[in-house]
């Protein structure tokens, strides 16, 4: 029972940040770090989608973003 509640708070968490990184204009670099921290690999297509929304929607995306999209793509 630990490891299905640990799994639905896991999922509520990364959920929320998940929400939080779609909406904000620049997600903080922290946060997706944490994204990241709590990825499993049933979630990574949903990141990605997330991100590459970012940066084709900047007219300058910043490298680091497109680097996270690249190195999640070849997990």
């Keep these: 029972m630990a490891n299905r509640d640990g799994r639905d708070a896991r999922a509520r968490v990364l959920g929320t940040l998940l929400?939080?990184?779609a909406s904000d204009v620049y997600?903080?670099?922290?946060?997706?770090?944490?994204?990241?921290?709590l990825l499993e690999p049933d979630d990574v297509d949903a990141y990605v989608a997330i991100l590459c929304e970012k940066v084709a929607g900047d007219r300058y995306p910043s490298t680091s973003m497109i680097r996270r999209v690249l190195s999640l793509s070849v997990r």
Aim: without cysteine.
């Design 19 to 21: 929400d939080k990184v």
């Design 27 to 37: 997600p903080s670099s922290t946060m997706l770090d944490l994204v990241e921290e």
